[in-house]
Each structure stands twice: as structure tokens, then as C-alpha cells.
């Protein structure tokens, strides 16, 4: 009898001891980010989006006096609700592909990445979307992000 509870007081014991402490959950969060201004379906107000389209969502990182979007190499790219953007860790739809472009016309290039749009987690209720990356600016690495609005279309 003893031993029988013995046992289960260790068993109670290591399941504390596995749940794991507040350092490594805030080791699953998005690291330190530079704010990034970004433009959803550039050349378009409001950001319609039609969830069940098939296609492909662009979304422009934006050169500005602060950031050079040419000077960017990114490794990898999320696009998410911003209601789970921050907290859950990197969540969202990972970008497929991206390209320079010079999307409002001011003369210096741009960074357009492409979502599928059905890896998306908007839903109708989604009112804005958090974009997140990681990549470097030559010489170290860097996170950006930056947020923009959205209208879904469910
Ligand atoms: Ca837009
Ligand atoms: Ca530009």
C-alpha cells in the first residue's frame, strides 16, 4: 500500500517536473523584430480577401528612410491573424515565393512575397494580418514585422 502511493506521488512528481518552466515557452515566441511598413495586395484599399479563392496573396514590404527592403534576404516568411500573431510563436501560412518589385512607384524596390491564400488562418472576423520574416541584411540577421488590415470575405 504504501509503495502503491509512493508510486503515484512520484508519478504526480515527474509530471510537474516535465511541464515545462515559462523560460522555454517564451523561447517558442517570435524573437526581438524590426517594425517593418507593410502594404497587402499592393495598389489595392480596403485588402478584399475571398478565402475561397484559389491563388496566390501578395503582401510588399516597403522601402523606407528606415528600412531597405532590396538589402533584405529572407529565409522565411509568415503571414497571420493578428489576434495569434503574437503569443503562439511563428504561426500562419508560410510564403511560397518573393520577388522585387517597385509596387508605389517611388523609385525604390520593394519586397513582395506570395501566400497561397487557402494556407491562410483569417477567418470572416479577421481584421487585421501580421507579417513576420527572417532573414538577413548582409551582414547580420534579422527579424521584421509589420501588420496591415484586412477584409474577409468568408
Ligand atoms: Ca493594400
Ligand atoms: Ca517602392
Redesign the pocket.
Given at each position: 500500500m504504501l509503495t502503491r502511493l509512493l508510486t503515484v506521488f512520484l508519478f504526480i512528481g515527474s509530471l510537474c517536473f516535465l511541464s515545462p518552466p515559462s523560460a522555454s515557452a517564451q523561447e517558442m515566441t517570435c524573437p526581438e523584430h524590426t517594425p517593418v511598413g507593410i502594404?497587402?495586395?499592393?495598389?489595392?484599399?480596403p485588402?478584399k480577401i475571398n478565402l475561397t479563392a484559389k491563388g496566390l496573396l501578395p503582401v510588399a514590404v516597403l522601402t523606407t528612410p528606415t528600412f531597405d527592403a532590396s538589402q533584405f534576404a529572407p529565409e522565411m516568411a509568415h503571414l497571420s491573424d493578428s489576434r495569434m500573431a503574437m503569443g503562439a510563436g511563428c504561426v500562419g501560412a508560410d510564403a511560397v515565393r518573393w520577388n522585387l518589385d517597385d509596387v508605389n512607384r517611388d523609385g525604390r524596390l520593394d519586397l513582395v512575397f506570395f501566400f497561397k491564400i487557402q494556407d491562410l488562418n483569417l477567418t470572416s472576423t479577421s481584421t487585421e494580418a501580421t507579417f513576420m520574416a527572417h532573414g538577413s541584411d548582409g551582414s547580420s540577421g534579422i527579424h521584421i514585422l509589420g501588420t496591415?488590415s484586412v477584409q474577409v470575405k468568408p
Open positions: 502594404d497587402i495586395k499592393p495598389a489595392d484599399h485588402n496591415d
